[in-house]
């Protein structure tokens, strides 16, 4: 399904079609738009801001048609959007695979508990749980960590260093 889809970054002449397909997405999953967002403009500024400022890739077929999206900052999956139309087509494992390949140590995302498709397709792809807070504006989000084996292997044995072996019964 996802054959003949492909990835590439995106550039500045990507932003308008990004950001509205960003803001379809959200709807789609009843999220209502970026952190804080209070209507769509304020969703897209943010998305503008996220393409200026982050890694982001979009898959496509052919040379338009803009299937996903996805925008990696240094250690977090800041955001993951299906075209509606798509989902269930394999482009959002696709785009996060790609992010894996991208960031191979580990990567962070936050979720809005307002989206749990998102959190359960993130868990079934290897995501998670570990931590959730309301963020600064309030609203209540999921932290989920993907890490490799290795890095999870580093991390532990990191941790029996710093105990020198010692773990309380």
Known sequence: MTDDVRLVRAVSADIERVADLYVAAQRQSGVIGAPGA???DVTRRWVRKCLIHDEFWIAERGRRELLGI???STDRLEILAIDPEQRGQG???LLLEHAKERRPLSLLARISRDAPDTIDFLTEHGFEPV???PNAHGQAYVDLHWATKDASAE???SAEEATDGY???
Do not use: R, W
Request: glycine letters at 12%.
């Open 38 to 40: 209070t209507d769509d």
């Open 70 to 72: 996805v925008a990696l």
């Open 91 to 93: 482009v959002g494992a």
């Open 131 to 133: 931590d959730g807070a």
């Open 155 to 157: 991390e532990d044995a």
């Open 167 to 169: 773990s309380p019964a």
